[in-house]
Structure formats: C-alpha cells, structure tokens
C-alpha cells in the first residue's frame, strides 16, 4: 500500500509563484511515475505533469514553459515548481503514483490564483 502526503498549496496573486511536493511512503516499486493533476470546480481531473523515476518528463501545454516538475528517487518525493501563476490555475492538485498498472492518489492541495 502506498501512502502520499502533498504540501505547499495556498493563495497568491496572478504572477505569483507556488511549490507544491509529495512524499510517497509504504510499497513502492522503483519503476514508477510520479506527478500532479488538478482538479478545478465542476471540472474533471486533468493531468499537470508527470515524471517518470528515468527522469521523462510530460507536462500539459496549458504549463509549459511556467511549472518544472522534478523528483528525488531516493526520497520518493516529487515536487512542481509554478511560476508565473494565472487564475486557470486554480483548483486541487492531486499526487499521484503510477506503477504496475494501478495508481495511488494523494488528498490534495489547495491552490487558489487571485486576479
């Protein structure tokens, strides 16, 4: 069973920066991919970025160029610098670890962009 834990949401204005991390804990394969999504009010859960334990990285266009995600293997942490924040990005970010066919999803995090 895995067990993650996000941190680092919060308020800031548009143009602001924010960064979130996870630490996973519990039985984790080492092949694996780590990352967020977020979910906005009365909308699905779409995928932020992703990276895989090789270093892969895949990042929703609505973010590039703005959010640099990054991991520490041995910590099995991931974490999602965001810069530049605009009020789209507004919503829940979720934690997430893929492997072996299942995922495993953290509580999430609370990020509000103000105008």
């Known amino acids: 069973q895995v067990h993650l834990v996000e941190s680092g949401g919060g308020l800031v204005q548009a143009g602001g920066s924010l960064r979130l991390s996870c630490a996973a804990s519990?039985?984790?394969?080492?092949?694996?991919?780590m990352g967020w999504y977020r979910q906005a009010p009365g909308k699905q859960r779409d995928l932020v970025a992703l990276?895989?334990?090789?270093?892969?990285?895949n990042y929703a266009d609505s973010v590039k160029g703005r959010f640099t995600i990054s991991r520490d293997n041995a910590k099995n942490t991931v974490s999602l610098q965001m810069n530049s924040l605009k009020p789209e990005d507004t919503g829940v970010y979720f934690c997430?670890?893929?492997?072996?066919?299942?995922?495993?999803w953290g509580q999430g995090t609370q990020v509000t962009v103000s105008s």
């Open positions: 997430v670890l893929k492997t072996l066919g299942r995922a495993d």
């Open positions: 519990g039985s984790i394969f080492r092949i694996n991919s």
């Open positions: 990276i895989t334990s090789y270093g892969s990285t």
